[in-house]
């Protein structure tokens, strides 16, 4: 196998990424934290993968509103899906599976999108329109997501420059996939309708990288407002990537952020590829005009044949065709992406749309793994009348799939010659990526008749202007000057206590570090160790770390008092007073210099010196003692300074032995 | 619809909308530039629905979402062009082959075929062969297909005089030798027309099949194909010679059931499911491939064009919906309107409140016809079980043993457009012409299950309904 078109991903650098032009946008879908979902009162945020009862429903391209027909409605058409849908009698009621008309829009889902919006800069829409978003798949029952556009044109501000921000949309989430077996598709309906916003950026991300960093700032904007979803599923993005002279290809439902960098070098690598495909193509003669394939049932054929595939092909009495592609030979094996070659572009079309999902599902003359006899091959060429320079690509399965099949090899091939597609391509777990379908275009939006517009006033949007939190960005700033450790920003800037820090630090002068370690690390020790430290209100944070400023606390004793307060309480809400309480039945207060002596000289009389042969052990011994009466009440510091001054007017003659020790 | 520059139109806009357009001289179809004191938008100007406010103006982005602008933030809008959408379903010319059986198609309106209308904001039904032939290719498997549009209305527009001029047609069809008629009707009144048409068109050679669909064809999950592909497989093969409805029987996508003109319902508001045979079993179900019959006692189809039609109808009928407290001003008030004809659906076996007796009174005297049905829909008028029912029947009230109260309403408004004579009226009445009235109950003619019954969930598990 040839190497890949690219240098290997560990060793890119963002001169190489320009070099080949590589552009990139994102498409952030964040659900919100409703009660309900957003077009019936089903409640938000339900699961259940067990079910009561089943669906089945078809799917037929509709025209948009333009008169037009979307190129993916009709690829699904090809595919005739049956499509089930599971319901739960907990998660859905006749709305999702489209037996009733949709009930009005969900309030609190419009509200939290506007302070979004406003968020992320957008020029506001006065009236939201409905919009149907086809989707032929079967990923929603009606054929169509509900979907609105809230405003268009915004910005965020990333390193020196900005990226801007296309549109921010409201929509109902998709069914999630059970399995997908040759005609029969499964889908859960728990997930369908909940609302979610996608937000979606211009191309102006240049390498894998800061897509990665463009796509955390958005995900950090949404968690800031502190009203959207949280865990495994709730945030997914759809990465565009286009390379110059390629075309935009989507790839769908990247679960992880972490996994966006390779799959664009991998995406990248297989339009540089591809594109090279195109020219070795072109130079051969064969372009969209000139591109001569043929195919023929060729089941007789192979009836001896080896290739276990084939084989069991034949005795389930399945057919077998080959295609000839004129002018493809030894183009099939180009590799696309790390691990992955030219032909599997053929297998995936094979797979999605001619619904022929058992892999291996074709076999093509370059293989060079395991493959028919070369006398089959002979015996092929012959019967396709191919030149040494064709290509041939053999299919089996039902009699109309492997026509489809035939069909779609074709139409890939043709493709070919010009260069990449426009495809929706799902992620794989290795970072590269595979057909899911032909990327939809705006054909398949049209007005959705269910629903009146929605007019959305200027007190609406002053209502959300009033709730919505700092922006992010500005929060990070200001953690960073009070020194709070960067894991602690990241963790702390789009937390619920973003308010409770900023005024700690203003009114109680702490630092962004003690009130990163507090709030951030310790608070994740106390949750950990399920003490659940969210009961704390903010107030009663603050009264803690009021105490901690009057010096009435230690550092150290800020988390003894938390999970000493946690443990005795079992109240769901820790408020302020609850804290004072506390600290006036244990009458914590500051200790004077006086007291503080007093409790060095009670330690000193009471330890039997004799017992340590320096006076450096005696000092360590005394420390410990000392801190484990005083832990939380004096700063280690002062304790230590107290010892060592009490130390030398007791023991004079021997400070010598122990000064700097 | 194509641009022409010269006319700049302004499809349903009015008021601050309208002057906003017009200041900037620009308009629908308009591929607009706005600058609004809430930022900038760029997009083509769409017609305004007519019920929604004359405050905003709508476009259409170019990501093909539409949004609105308050016309009041409007600063300046600049056309760069124009683009007009061109809705069309590719017409294609439909098959003919000379060996397959030839369906007329009657358009009535309703959601079966519907496009876009920016006025109303909803959808209007759009119909054409070929338009059908390019949405549903199927069709041609079946048959040789004609449409005809009759009218372009809803459901519930029909009325006295689209029943009368598609019997009318109806007669004309079969006498041109088609062997058999779909009839594409809005859902909400099918199973009113799908009667009078049993009573109007007696003794068809051919079946005669209702067809509509709950989910409009715009959609992709629309029920509109399979119900048409089942509803013309029905014309052009079944050998069931009645006036039926073809429609979804689960909410799945799998099979229609065919339903008698006379006992059948809309049950449902909004489910695909939603026509039920009631009281009684369904004729027959079928899928693209197959028609299984689940009765022989329905007419067969014959060589012979030897059907009658009797497009008879009276407007003077009407319905009362018994409820509890009900006063016999009412039913006076219908008396001395001028109607001639009154079904009461009433509780329970067919009961009405004392009070009302003096207006069955006054019916009697003033000559009016008074028939009985039940609320329940299931089961039979009862007169003999109680005092009431009784008393009732002496006022001259008629139990109309388990006819459906709206297949009653338009068999007396039939009845009472070809006599006045009261024991010509009752025997018309009392003989049924299609199973309005059926003789027996079969055990399993009343289903309705209730969910959460561990045997129903389990039925629901494992069957796709």
């Known amino acids: 196998m040839d190497a890949l078109p690219l240098k290997p991903f560990e060793e890119m650098t963002p001169t190489d990424y320009a070099h080949i032009g590589l552009k990139c946008g994102l498409e952030v879908h964040q659900q919100l934290l409703t009660r309900s979902k957003l077009f019936c009162r089903c409640p938000a945020g339900h699961y259940s993968s067990s079910y009561d009862a089943e669906v089945l429903r078809h799917m037929r391209p509709t025209l948009s509103e333009m008169g037009e027909y979307d190129g993916t409605a009709l690829m699904e058409k090809k595919t005739r899906k049956n499509i089930t849908y599971r319901l739960h009698h907990a998660t859905v009621c006749t709305y999702e599976f489209d037996d009733t008309p949709p009930f009005f829009i969900d309030d609190q889902a419009i509200d939290i999108a506007l302070e979004l919006a406003l968020l992320l800069r957008l020029n506001l829409v006065n009236e939201l329109h409905i919009a149907r978003k086809q989707y032929l798949d079967g990923s929603i029952p009606t054929g169509f997501q509900r979907t609105t556009i809230l405003g268009v044109d915004g910005w965020l501000p990333f390193k020196d420059r900005t990226i801007r921000v296309r549109q921010l949309g409201l929509e109902e989430d998709s069914c999630r996939e059970v399995s997908d077996h040759g005609h029969e598709r499964t889908y859960l309906t728990d997930r369908l309708g909940m609302p979610l916003i996608e937000v979606v950026t211009e191309p102006e991300m240049f390498t894998p990288q800061e897509t990665a960093e463009v796509c955390n700032l958005i995900r950090k904007v949404c968690r800031s407002t502190q009203k959207v979803r949280r865990g495994y599923g709730a945030t997914r993005q759809d990465v565009n990537v286009s390379v110059e002279g390629g075309t935009r290809v989507e790839i769908k439902g990247v679960p992880q952020i972490w996994r966006i960098p390779r799959l664009i070098y991998n995406e990248a690598s297989r339009q540089v590829a591809l594109l090279g495909i195109m020219k070795e193509l072109n130079r051969r003669g064969v372009t969209p005009d000139t591109i001569t394939t043929a195919s023929k049932d060729v089941t007789e054929l192979l009836i001896k044949a080896s290739y276990a595939p084939v084989r069991s092909a034949i005795d389930r009495n399945l057919k077998v065709r080959c295609v000839k592609l004129c002018g493809f030979a030894g183009l099939l094996n180009t590799p696309t992406q790390e691990h992955t070659i030219f032909a599997k572009e053929f297998s995936d079309r094979v797979r999605v749309i001619a619904c022929l999902s058992e892999l291996p599902n074709i076999v093509h003359s370059d293989s060079a793994s395991e493959s028919l006899w070369p006398q089959d091959w002979q015996k092929l060429r012959k019967r396709m009348q191919a030149h040494e320079d064709d290509a041939l690509i053999l299919v089996w399965g039902d009699d109309r799939d492997v026509q489809t099949a035939c069909e779609e090899i074709v139409i890939r091939a043709t493709e070919a010659t010009s260069g990449v597609p426009s495809d929706t391509r799902q992620p794989l777990k290795d970072g590269t990526n595979g057909f899911e379908r032909v990327l939809p275009g705006a054909e398949r939006m049209y007005p959705d008749t269910d629903l009146p517009p929605i007019e959305i006033p200027a007190e609406r949007v002053n209502r959300a202007r009033a709730v919505m939190p700092e922006f992010v960005w500005q929060t990070e700033a200001t953690f960073r000057q009070g020194a709070m450790v960067e894991d602690d920003i990241q963790r702390l800037c789009i937390s619920p206590r973003v308010l409770l820090i900023q005024r700690a630090m203003n009114e109680l002068g702490l630092s962004g570090k003690l009130l990163g370690v507090v709030l951030a690390q310790r608070m994740r020790a106390l949750a950990r160790a399920e003490r ?108 230590w300074d107290c010892l060592t001054t009490t130390l030398r007017t007791v023991e004079p003659n021997l400070a010598e032995q122990w000064t700097g020790t | ?225 399979l119900n048409l592909i089942c509803a013309v497989k029905t014309a052009a093969e079944s050998d069931i010679a009645e006036v039926v409805v073809c429609m979804f029987g689960p909410t799945s996508d799998e099979y229609c059931l065919i339903h008698r003109g006379t006992r059948v319902r809309k049950m449902h508001s909004s489910y695909r499911s939603t026509f039920r045979t009631i009281g009684d079993i369904p004729l027959a179900m079928i899928d693209p491939q197959t028609i299984t019959l689940f009765r022989d006692d329905y007419k067969r189809r014959r060589r012979d064009r030897n059907v009658h039609i009797n497009p008879a109808y009276s407007d003077e009928v009407t ?147």
């Open chain 1, 532 to 639: 659940r430290p969210e009961r704390f209100s903010d107030e009663a944070l603050f009264a803690i770390l009021q105490a901690h400023s009057q010096e009435r606390l230690a550092k150290e004793g800020i988390a003894w008092l938390m999970e000493l307060i946690l443990v005795q309480s079992t109240k769901d809400e820790i408020t302020d007073a609850d804290v004072i309480a506390v600290l006036d039945e244990l009458d914590i207060q500051k200790m004077t210099d006086q007291e503080l002596q007093c409790e060095v000289a009670c330690a000193i009389q009471a330890a039997d010196r004799t017992q340590f042969s320096t006076v450096a052990k005696l000092r360590r011994f005394l420390m410990g003692e000392l801190m484990k009466a005083l832990i939380g009440l004096v700063d280690g510091r002062r304790v």
């Open chain 2, 1 to 225: 619809m194509n641009g022409k520059a010269a006319t700049k139109t302004t499809d349903g806009y009015r008021g601050p909308g309208l002057a906003v357009l017009q200041r900037h001289g620009v308009g629908v179809w308009s591929d607009v530039e706005v600058q609004t004191m809430g930022g900038r938008f760029r997009g083509i100007i769409l017609p305004r629905s007519e019920t929604a406010d004359d405050k905003h103006i709508v476009l259409k982005l170019n990501s093909g979402y539409n949004i609105g602008v308050a016309a009041e933030t409007v600063k300046s809008m600049t056309e760069h062009g124009r683009r007009a959408a061109n809705y069309k379903i590719p017409e294609q010319q439909f098959p003919i082959d000379a060996g397959k059986p030839n369906v007329v198609l009657f358009g009535t309106g309703g959601t079966i075929a519907s496009r876009l209308d920016y006025r109303s904001g909803a959808v209007i039904p759009a119909f054409s062969p070929g338009e059908l032939y390019g949405s549903v290719p199927e069709l041609a498997d079946v048959c040789n297909l004609r449409t005809e549009k009759l009218f372009g209305v809803f459901s519930e527009n029909m009325g006295p005089e689209q029943y009368i001029a598609l019997a009318k047609r109806i007669g004309q069809a079969i006498e041109e030798g088609v062997d058999g008629i779909v009839i594409g009707h809005g859902t909400d009144t099918m199973h009113h027309t799908a009667a009078v048409l049993t009573f109007m068109v007696q003794n068809p050679p051919i079946p005669i099949v209702m067809v509509g669909s709950q989910r409009s064809s715009d959609r992709p999950s629309s029920d509109a194909a």
């Open chain 2, 319 to 465: 319905m009362l919906y018994y409820y509890p407290g009900m006063k016999p001003d009412v039913m006076e008030a219908m008396i001395e309107k001028g109607y001639r004809g009154i079904v009461i659906a009433g509780t329970g076996l067919g009961h009405v409140n004392k009070p009302t007796y003096r207006a069955l009174q006054l019916a009697m005297d003033k000559g009016v016809h008074v028939y009985m049905t039940v609320q329940t829909l299931w089961g039979f008028v009862g007169m003999y079980v109680y005092e009431t029912g009784r008393e009732m029947m002496a006022l001259g009230v008629m139990p109309l043993a388990n006819m459906l109260p709206e297949v009653a309403f338009v068999k007396l408004s039939w009845v009472l457009g070809q006599t006045d004579d009261r024991e010509e009226v009752k025997r018309l009445m009392l003989k049924s012409i299609g199973d309005e009235i059926t003789e027996r109950e079969p055990y399993n003619g009343y289903l309705i299950y209730q969910g959460a019954v561990p045997e129903v969930q389990e039925f629901l598990k494992k069957i796709k309904r």
